[in-house]
């Protein structure tokens, strides 16, 4: 049973664009949401995240929204750029709770 | 000078060896955790340990059995390899009680030839 899902396994935008990554998640008891953007032969490095009494969390280039009433969330990027290209993971844990369950991963390349 | 240190990076060996993983961190977290992607990139949790201590065991095989010497380190071993533990293993870490924001190493490759 996936509780956290990224339906979308690949997706390319032009550099300079915006990057939009969709994740949705089934366990109404999640109250923190992350996105890992991962490089090939390296592990998964935090990008930001956010708390269920949050509905939009920012930093520089990087939001993420949150949408509890349809267990939705979405990671934009803008402007896009080529070091944005690599597999991003959305995450879903519980506050305080030591486990991170993982979605399958939208690969992201910007195209110059 | 990397945070969350992992070796080997590539590991291939045959069906019913023995074999162990290890990790170390260097940024002084309480709780250290391992994690498994499969061949189709499901990244799921196996363990984790505060302190020292198991906090998590995610229905792994008893096969694979944690063991923290301290704080610092967390090594996997495991018992008759087979076939479908080939995977990547990550150790990671982060302060107790921030489970989410947690720290990867680069990963080990298992291959069970």
């Known amino acids: 049973d996936q509780q956290v899902k990224q339906n979308s396994p690949s997706l390319s935008v032009q550099e300079g664009r915006i990057s939009i990554l969709n994740c949705d998640y089934t366990?109404?008891?999640?109250?923190?949401f992350l996105w890992y953007k991962k490089y090939p032969a390296e592990g998964p490095t935090f990008l930001i995240s956010i708390s269920s009494i949050k509905d939009k969390n920012e930093d520089g280039r990087f939001t993420v929204f949150l949408n509890k009433s349809a267990k939705h969330l979405s990671l934009h990027i803008v402007p896009s750029q080529p070091g944005d290209s690599a597999v991003y993971f959305c995450a879903a844990s519980l506050w305080g709770n030591e486990k991170l369950t993982f979605g399958t991963g939208t690969r992201l390349t910007i195209i110059p | 000078d990397t945070a969350v240190s992992q070796t080997p990076k590539y590991l291939v060996t045959q069906m019913g060896n023995d074999k162990s993983i290890k990790c170390e961190q260097n940024?002084?977290?309480?709780?250290m955790y391992w994690y498994k992607q499969d061949s189709k990139k499901f990244l799921k949790i196996m363990f984790s340990?505060?302190?020292?201590?198991?906090?998590i065991n995610e229905t792994v095989p008893n096969r694979f059995s944690p063991k923290s010497p301290d704080k610092a380190h967390l090594n996997l071993h495991i018992n008759s390899l087979e076939l479908g533990d080939s995977a990547v293993y990550f150790c990671?870490?982060?302060?107790?009680?921030?489970?989410?924001?947690?720290?990867f190493g680069q990963g080990t490759r298992l291959t069970v030839v």
């Open positions: 366990n109404s008891m999640f109250d923190y």
């Open positions: 340990y505060n302190n020292k201590e198991l906090i």
């Open positions: 940024l002084g977290h309480d709780t």
């Open positions: 990671a870490s982060s302060q107790a009680g921030q489970g989410a924001e947690a720290f």
